[in-house]
């Protein structure tokens, strides 16, 4: 008999991106000659940076060559990659990370979806409500979150709301929670964490022996001096967190994948016995039995963006990116809805008018304005009545987006 992982079978139909995938194709089978702007998943518009494609290209001229050829490499990821992180994302903000407790991978998505791995099957886990879907259908897939109830949520999943109401800003939970996934700056809502507010979450990890899984692939975008890069900034993360970072949104990556994880050797945790295991050995012990690491190529692309000329031309692309968040942002606003994000994060997160669901303003924009975003319930049932515009559309798509919607 071919038994199935029955979690599998609790999950809705789709993923949140492929449902809204499905409704565009039928939308636009339907109108062929509808003009679709696309400002729905967070994929990136402009091609790759001049010093990455460089790097690419000579990294595939080695590769023709017998001497300089490149079969497996290591599984953890090529030292020249992992030297330039250490130094650049780290030492120079002053944390030290050491180059074993970096991890190259394909991109933030598998890895925040493959943590999961290495914690107990019976690990309660927290999110934060609306939240990026991979970290709980994951959950769902091992078996962690419970049932879905009516009320959207999984009976065993803590969640922490986030809402106009306390500023988007979640609470410390009031049950004891195992890990917490913290994604700042945040998807879906676009706000970020002050150094102080992220302080509370490192303490009270320590105090209460909670992993925290924090999700840091939009770091790029901070443009405030107040909001913390990477968790470690705050003292004594080290002992309490695994950060995820991702090339995809800083370097247009989306299609190249490559990003990484830092888990650090202090990071400890317990078996059923009690003993002692650091997290940082067993995370080893996964990636190099499941993974063979991502492509010479994309690490040598993904190296190139810590060169002077990639760190300018990253700069310019998130520049870009970030005028048109500023753009959505200023335009919703001056419709007269409520919206927060667009200022250290490429998404703008706006309360749908007149009390309309989310699907019922995804449909309108869709229909009425060809425009395709995000409805906010498909985060979470603290999305409901949100939607999310991403900022990645090119210029001229994000300035005729929002020239549609100005009679809305
Ligand atoms: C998003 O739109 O939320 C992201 O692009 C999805 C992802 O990074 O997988």
């Known amino acids: 008999m071919i038994k199935v992982n029955d979690n599998f079978c609790k999950l809705p139909g789709s993923y949140l991106f492929s449902e809204v995938a499905r409704r565009v194709g039928a939308y636009s089978e339907a109108h ?21 494609i460089a790097a690419m290209h000579a990294a595939i001229d080695e590769l023709t060559r017998r001497d300089t050829f490149h079969g497996y490499g290591p599984e953890t990821g090529y030292d020249f990659l992992r030297e330039a992180i250490a130094k650049n994302d780290y030492g120079l903000r002053g944390v030290s990370i050491e180059l074993d407790e970096i991890f ?19 690990c309660r886990i927290a999110v934060t409500d609306p939240v990026y879907p991979v970290y709980v259908d994951t959950n769902v897939m091992a078996g962690r979150a419970g049932n879905l109830e009516k009320s959207g949520c999984w009976s065993n999943i803590i969640y922490l709301p986030c809402s106009i109401e306390n500023g988007f800003v979640p609470s410390l939970p009031q ?34 022996n909670v992993l925290l899984l924090f999700d840091s692939a ?3 975008y901070i443009t405030d001096g107040d909001t913390p890069h990477s968790i470690y900034e705050i003292p004594g993360a080290k002992k309490v967190a695994i950060e995820f970072r991702s090339y995809s949104k800083t370097a247009g990556f989306t299609g190249v994948r490559c990003g990484y994880t830092v888990v650090p050797k202090e990071l400890e ?47 310019e692309n ?12 200023n335009s919703v606003m001056g419709l007269g809805l409520q919206a927060v994000g667009g200022v250290n994060a490429p998404y703008v997160w706006v309360k749908t008018p007149d009390g309309m669901s989310s699907w019922e303003f ?44 100005k009679n809305i």
């Not at 690491?293 to 963006?305: F, P, T």
């Not at 985060?379 to 994000?398: D, I, L, N, Q």
């Open 318 to 329: 998130i520049k870009y990116y970030m005028d048109n968040a500023k753009m959505i942002l």
């Open 32 to 52: 062929p000659e509808a003009k679709i702007i696309r400002m729905g998943i967070g994929d990136v518009t402009l091609p790759l940076c001049p010093s990455a």
């Open 269 to 315: 945790g317990r078996d059923r016995d009690g003993n002692v295991i650091g997290l940082n050995g067993l995370w080893r012990r996964r990636q190099t039995t499941k993974f063979n690491g991502a492509s010479y190529i994309s690490q040598r692309g993904a190296a190139a963006l810590y060169s002077d000329s990639g760190k300018k031309e990253v700069a």
């Open 362 to 405: 995804f449909d309108l924009l869709l229909e009425k304005f060809q425009i395709v975003g995000t409805p906010g319930v498909g985060f979470g049932p603290s999305g409901e009545g949100y939607f999310r515009f991403s900022a990645f559309s090119t210029r001229e798509a994000t300035m005729q987006a929002m020239n549609r919607i």
């Open 175 to 208: 049950e004891h929670p195992d890990a917490i996934y913290l994604c700042y700056p945040n998807n879906p809502t676009g706000t970020s964490l002050s150094r102080k507010e992220l302080t509370k979450w490192v303490e009270y990890a320590i105090t209460n």
């Open 218 to 220: 939009y770091e790029a």
């Open 104 to 122: 190259i991978n394909d991109g933030a998505k598998s890895d925040t979806g493959n943590i999961g791995d290495i914690l107990s099957h019976d």
